[in-house]
């Protein structure tokens, strides 16, 4: 076996292997070469990945980590190298996903002398990170205890740690014997013990409107006897979105769709008393702006770890999972008279009819391109969603219940949203489609300079030369001002990239081209696929706009 001759490589690597950390994204450098070749000469033990990217490594991580469960190490040289991953530790901060950091740097007597590719990298992160490892550059028991702690910290509590680790030179002698025999620690589990005090049941079967708002969540998250019993229940009304993968034909699962049109006497009447909220972020800004304005005089969320005040009226958090909380809620409550839940299933049901009129006699656009792709996606796929207009479209389609939806709502960025997508492709176990805006794929171009993108890989381009959702928010004018500074208008394609990157390039143009090539793009599973959707620019805002007035 070959091994990095620097002790602390020795042992930073062998904790690794003894706790699980298998997956490593490398990008190339030479102050990190004692771990690039500590990690990838022990085959059978670590899958290594090649990323020049760093951003765009750190972004295929988290969508590996994201689909496997448990952290993705990324591990880069000296400098201004880190620095690259940090959107990527601030998403996965917030979407609560396990990453370990691993940065190579110089020794702290060579910090702020003026050499080369030398920043100050201890707790860079330190605003959106769990734990921050700063090593020591000899081997100890002290660097080994802040490792084994860096492991746990991003498996216990869900999200980024970060792990400085500083080397001399010589940084590529080898050998073939460890020099260090490192300290494991052992944690122990936490046990969820939660119990539900009855001063909860007792206002929750006293409450006639009970609005359940389900955030970001993994496929199968809640069990479906709590499904069926909440489904039953005339006094709850259970909002969700594409990314709660949460589903029931009595769920409403088009939020914006349902509320917009709302009265501020039908805010009134559909202001809950209790309001229970679990899951990561949520989407819709419309419900989020009615329940602040329209408060609940009760609001619990559900989760082991967090909870924010999203609508400034959280009156208790409970630190346990879903699942446990509703089993003992639901285990006690009392039938309700009440219409709460029939109203709004009949006012969803109309929605419904109105958009399928709509829809139907509206042009070619934006969307008109995601009613078309909701009713002809594939069943039992994985469909990775970028930030921005893409998948606030989403919201207002149906699709088939059986397809997974993930999006990085943890800061809601535009970038890296390519790069996560293809990271969890290659972690998931069922064909991936990627749907994606404009500015956000060219902005993470690089995400295609990888040799890991599975063959059945596809990614679905609007392209409407710019960023359309900015025609839609408050302060749009047809100046050039505008054009320029917020829509960044542009007359680029995606063939160019294609070709560049050997992916098979697909265009449509209207509804009869759409038709043409849809079959044709899915039928390519030999190589990775883009559809380059053109939509018109100018248009797409009010086919929207009308839209939430028909």
């Keep these: 076996m070959i091994y990095p001759k620097i002790p602390l490589a020795q042992s930073l690597i062998e904790i690794f292997k003894a706790k699980g950390i298998h997956h490593i994204i490398i990008s190339p450098g030479s102050r990190n070469a004692p771990l690039t070749i500590g990690f990838s000469n022990q085959q059978d033990t670590f899958k290594c990945y090649s990323i020049a990217d760093e951003r765009c490594a750190a972004f295929f991580a988290m969508g590996m980590a994201q689909q496997l469960n448990k952290p993705v190490a990324v591990v880069c040289t000296s400098g201004s190298a880190l620095l690259n991953y940090y959107p990527a530790v601030a998403e996965a901060f917030y979407s609560q996903i396990p990453m370990i950091i691993v940065s190579a740097d110089r020794p702290q007597s060579k910090i702020d002398i003026g050499d080369g590719q030398t920043i100050r990298q201890e707790n860079v992160f330190e605003n959106h990170c769990l734990y921050n490892a700063n090593l020591t550059e000899y081997a100890s028991n002290d660097n080994d205890i802040k490792i084994n702690v860096a492991i746990h910290e991003a498996i216990a509590k869900k999200g980024p740690t970060h792990i400085n680790v500083p080397f001399e030179e010589p940084l590529y002698d080898l050998v073939s014997e460890l020099s260090v025999e490192p300290k494991l620690l052992a944690f122990e589990n936490e046990i969820d013990d939660f119990i539900l005090g009855e001063k909860f049941v007792r206002q929750w079967n006293a409450a006639k409107k009970k609005l359940i708002l389900v955030g970001e969540l993994k496929p199968n998250s809640l069990e479906n006897a709590i499904v069926e019993t909440l489904a039953k229940d005339n006094s709850v009304v259970v909002l969700t979105e594409k990314t709660s993968n949460l589903h029931h034909e009595t769920f409403i699962d088009t939020i914006d769709t349902l509320i917009t049109p709302f009265s501020d006497e039908d805010f009134q009447h559909f202001q809950p008393e209790i309001l229970v909220t679990f899951g990561g972020m949520v989407v819709s800004k419309r419900i989020k702006a009615f329940l602040r304005k329209y408060k609940p005089q009760e609001h619990w969320h559900i989760d082991t770890l967090r909870a924010y005040n999203t609508f400034g009226s959280l009156s208790q958090h409970f630190k346990t999972k879903p699942n446990l909380f509703l089993a003992q809620l639901l285990d006690k409550q009392k039938a309700m008279d009440s219409a709460y839940k029939i109203t709004y299933s009949k006012i969803n049901q109309l929605r419904k009819e109105k958009h399928s009129h709509y829809v139907n006699d509206i042009p070619f656009s934006d969307f008109k391109a995601f009613e078309f792709i909701s009713h002809n996606l594939p069943k039992e796929i994985q469909l990775q969603v970028s930030n921005s207009s893409a998948i606030r479209y989403l919201q207002l389609v149906t699709i088939d219940k059986s397809i997974e939806v993930f999006c990085n709502r943890g800061t809601s960025g535009i970038d890296g949203s390519t790069s996560t997508a293809i990271g969890a492709a290659l972690q998931a176990n069922k064909p991936t489609i990627f749907i994606t805006g404009d500015i956000s794929f060219f902005y993470d171009s690089n995400a295609l300079?990888?040799?890991?993108?599975?063959?059945?890989?596809?990614?679905?381009?609007?392209?409407?030369?710019?960023?359309?959702?900015?025609?839609?928010?408050?302060?749009?004018?047809?100046?050039?001002?505008?054009?320029?500074?917020?829509?960044?208008?542009?007359?680029?394609?995606?063939s160019h990239l294609a070709r560049m990157f050997d992916l098979t390039y697909y265009k449509a143009t209207d509804e009869i081209s759409l038709e043409n090539q849809w079959q044709l793009f899915m039928n390519q599973n030999d190589n990775p696929a883009i559809l380059e959707i053109f939509t018109p620019e100018k248009i797409n805002n009010k086919i929207l706009t009308n839209y939430f007035k028909c």
Excluded: D
């Design 449 to 494: 300079w990888n040799s890991y993108i599975p063959k059945n890989f596809k990614i679905i381009l609007i392209n409407n030369s710019g960023g359309g959702i900015f025609r839609i928010l408050p302060g749009h004018q047809e100046t050039e001002v505008f054009n320029t500074f917020f829509e960044t208008s542009h007359n680029l394609n995606a």
